[in-house]
């Protein structure tokens, strides 16, 4: 399929690959979707001894075929940006680049297999979905969120580390005391403290004194509160975030970042002219 008129090569690559406005740039990104969770499906089963030693060679041969499409479309998308070494050391452009490593590692060195965690990086690829028009703005709110709960959530983190030490400190004075006690040290004591605090319990540690239930009914008590502080503080953000403004999902071909708004002529973070899609009405 040759280029629309007054686009080369690049340009029309760029935007099929890199855009979603257009209606091959999300059939391609669909397409990407449904390969990258086929690959992740033969990785799962082939670690499965039951299915890998009946159909081991096919899944085999499948995932060099998932491999060799990732890296024809690594190099398109190398080839196609105006500035490659952006996207390269770009969060997406690693993650492209692990996905496709350990199959080759796997001729140069054996036991491969524990390679297979940083294969699981491929999911991260489910996220190109996000380029969907209706999904770009769901991402940026919550982006926005996040980055604006930062600032709140370092203090809550902080606040809890300071009860985790103390309360820690405290259950190594009350329980530390018996020779048998598994509260030998404080780091130990800490450990209990995240580990009730947060609600987990293991309970491969337990106090055995009044004084040290008490303070552990205290803590979990306390825990339940503790808990519920992040979700107030993203939620807050986000009911504030939602009222922004829409965005479409038009990369900038210098900057390669997104979230323009519909009627962008221009990159709102370096000032680049857009492709023209910026003009179309988002469906977000």
Not at 17 to 30: R, S, Y
Not at 124 to 132: D, G, N, T
Not at 230 to 243: D, F, K
Not at 247 to 261: A, M, R, S
């Amino acid at each position: 399929m040759p280029p629309p008129p007054g686009h080369t090569w690049r340009t029309w690559l760029y935007e099929v690959i890199f855009e979603a406005d257009t209606p091959l740039g999300k059939t391609f990104d669909v397409v990407l979707l449904w390969s990258i969770m086929l690959s992740v499906a033969a990785v799962l089963l082939e670690s499965v001894d039951s299915i890998s030693k009946d159909y081991g060679t096919l899944l085999y041969g499948l995932e060099w075929v998932f491999t060799i499409l990732f890296t024809i479309e690594y190099v398109i998308r190398v080839f196609c940006v105006r500035r490659p070494v952006l996207y390269i050391r770009s969060f997406y452009g690693i993650v492209d680049l692990l996905s496709i490593l350990p199959t080759y590692l796997s001729l140069l060195f054996g036991g491969s297999q524990a390679l297979i965690v940083i294969r699981a990086l491929r999911l991260l690829r489910v996220f190109r979905v996000f380029k969907l028009a209706r999904y770009v703005g769901e991402a940026s709110i919550l982006t926005e969120a996040l980055r604006a709960s930062r600032a709140k959530i370092t203090v809550f983190i902080l606040t809890v580390l300071s009860i985790v030490l103390i309360v820690g400190s405290l259950m190594y004075l009350i329980e530390g005391i018996d020779p048998d006690s598994k509260f030998t040290s404080i780091p130990t004591s800490i450990y209990w403290t995240i580990v009730t605090m947060t609600t987990v319990g293991y309970g491969d540690l337990a106090p055995q004194t009044v004084a040290g239930k008490t303070l552990a009914s205290i803590v979990m008590i306390v825990g339940y509160g503790i808990i519920a502080v992040p979700t107030g503080i993203v939620t807050a953000e986000l009911s504030v975030a939602t009222i922004k403004r829409r965005v479409t999902t038009v990369l900038c071909t210098n900057c390669h970042k997104d979230g323009h708004d519909p009627d962008a002529k221009h990159c709102k973070f370096c000032g680049t002219p857009l492709n023209g899609h910026s003009e179309q009405k988002s469906d977000v």
